[in-house]
């Protein structure tokens, strides 16, 4: 099967009363993969983060940015994935060598590597002077319904969330998608059962997305009256850059500089979000204390 762009489509349905969106993820999601080494069920867990993330930075404009934290008790650690309004997306887990048996379903086990104990935190850059954020408990750990959780409590809209991530024998990322439907003011009760039931029909994320459907078809057979507003590419991005990291060195401080530099021939920094390494020789941490030192 050839190989599809990663991108989300925005609408909506019934008159305005309901918001959708659908997104494809499998090159980012593998991207991520590749970079982080992750086994099978960290990239599910990681996976269905990027592909939640990605949905809520598109309902954010400009310059505006998030960073969604899943914090449970299992063995996975901790998720991050930072999404913004143009479509870029990055992210990690603590613990990428996780791998369980399948769950009774005979799916990944997202939920045992994320627990079902902890907290899910969305803290929003909007250009003011303090950040948004919100936190909700974990409620499943599966992470579909974590999300669906946090827009009815924190943001008070009743949605539907899907996450999926398909993996491979060889560990590759197969397909990875989502979506998120949510219903606005205005809807009759016969209404809300309906987009439920319909919802609560549609088959896996993974088994759509696998079989070649297009977004514009799962997004159609949840809402029949669907209209497609406009549409983004999705891509893995990192924003962290030599001078970023050098800046970060110098901000430890004169005394973290100079043990650094009596203990170590070479410093090695590594980006948490895309594994990237930067390596400074003593010369340069020389150059990076009078920085410090200034």
Known sequence: ???KQDRLIRGTAMEGRVRAFAIRTTELVEE????HDT???????LGRTVTAAAMMGAML????????????????GQVVADANAKGEVRGYVN????HLPSNHLGKLDVAGAVGTTGFINITKDLGLKEPYRGSIPIVSGELGEDFTYYFAKSEQTPSAVGLGVLVNEDNSVIVAGGFIIQLLPGLNDAEITA???AVGALPPVTSLLDEGLELE???HRMLPDVQVLDEMDIHFRCQCTRERVEATLISLGQSELEQ???DDEQVEVVCHFCNEAFQFDKDELQQLLIQAKA
């Open 32 to 35: 991520l993969r590749r970079r």
């Open 1 to 3: 099967m050839e190989k």
């Open 217 to 219: 078809e799962m997004l």
């Open 61 to 76: 404009k400009g310059e505006e940015k998030l960073t969604v934290q899943v914090k449970g008790d299992g063995p996975i």
């Open 95 to 98: 613990e990428p060598h996780v």
């Open 195 to 197: 987009i439920e039931h």
């Open 39 to 45: 086994f099978p069920t960290a990239t599910a867990a």
């Open 260 to 262: 650094m530099i009596e």
